[in-house]
């Protein structure tokens, strides 16, 4: 019976109740860690936007525009995705990173230098051509100086537009031996200089004389110091009419050694004022001429003793 009894003995369970925290239990920790992988991800975004290159990042944008037109074209940051090498972009020798700009040899662009030069060439004559049909217009136009169109003389030479102003026997541009210029051809100088204040070409004036020595009764003035005289007076009205003084290149008298009309020497044609609206070309020649005339000669070689 003993055994009976040890059998029918109560079995007590006590239940402990745990505390705190019985409201909200482990939320926080989750909550806690979706913010911790936020920060990461943001973090890890900063990263990116700040190792990206502009190119890449215009090549994102790109491709969220316009998906479709990227990804059939391709475009600035697609070399990856296009790539045998994956990351090697347009280098197959890359492994990884995309090749930048300027990492590799850019192509030499080649230009035809003759060609481009020939280009500007008929450019400038086209320019001086219309040049030439103003002044023609201008000269026409005015009654004052239509009277004198046939002492007028424009053609295109090597050098540009030469505009000359030739002598007539009841009409020259200066008393004879003198380098005063004449009422009605100081109007037509000043109208000259406002047409050729609106192109951008360099000038030459050359004074020209006939064959005839010159009777003055100055000792040692001639025809040269005559003509550079006459050229420098038909300078002074050019600047009046508007011409700019810095468009001056070169203002000479070269008296009868360039005659006109060389089968009659004192021809009045030969007395003449030349203007030359110079050529890109010519304008070179010259100041290529007074940088060599400016330049020191070179001291001579020492001798060995």
């Avoid at 990116?48 to 059939?72: Q, R, V």
């Avoid at 424009?154 to 031996?177: A, H, Y």
């Amino acid at each position: 019976m003993a055994g009976d009894t040890k059998k029918l003995q109560p079995i007590i369970v006590k239940k402990i109740k745990k505390g705190g925290h019985g409201a909200h239990g482990g939320a926080w920790k989750i909550a806690y860690a979706d913010f911790v992988t936020a920060m990461m991800a943001f973090f890890l975004l900063m990263w990116l936007l700040g190792s990206t290159t502009e190119g890449d990042k215009k090549g994102i944008a790109d491709y969220f525009s316009s998906p479709l037109k990227i990804a059939m074209f391709g475009g600035s940051g697609s070399g990856d995705a296009s790539s045998v090498v994956k990351g090697g972009g347009k280098d197959l020798s890359r492994e990884t990173g995309q090749v930048k700009e300027g990492e590799t040899e850019a192509k030499k662009k080649l230009y035809n230098l003759k060609a481009l030069k020939e280009e500007q060439r008929r450019a400038e004559r086209s320019r001086l051509e219309e040049l030439k049909k103003k002044v023609e217009e201008k000269i026409s136009q005015s009654a004052g100086l239509a009277s004198l169109g046939g002492q007028i003389k424009l053609d295109m030479t090597k050098e540009g537009l030469r505009i000359q102003i030739v002598d007539q026997g009841n009409r020259p541009m200066f008393d004879s031996g003198s380098a005063v210029v004449k009422p009605y051809m100081r109007e037509l100088l000043q109208e000259l200089g406002a047409v050729l204040a609106e192109v951008p070409n360099r000038l030459t004036i050359e004074g020209h004389t006939d064959a005839q020595a010159f009777a003055g009764g100055t000792r040692g003035y001639s025809n040269w110091e005559l003509s550079a005289d006459r050229a420098n007076a038909s300078r002074r009205d050019l600047v009046a009419g508007g011409l700019p003084e810095a468009r001056m290149l070169r203002v000479q008298g070269l008296a009868s050694s360039k005659l006109l009309d060389a089968q009659a020497p004192e021809s009045p044609v030969n007395r003449r004022i030349s203007i030359i609206v110079m050529n890109r070309d010519a304008e070179d020649a010259v100041l290529k001429n007074l940088s060599d005339e400016e330049e020191p000669p070179s001291p001579p070689a020492s001798t060995p003793e």
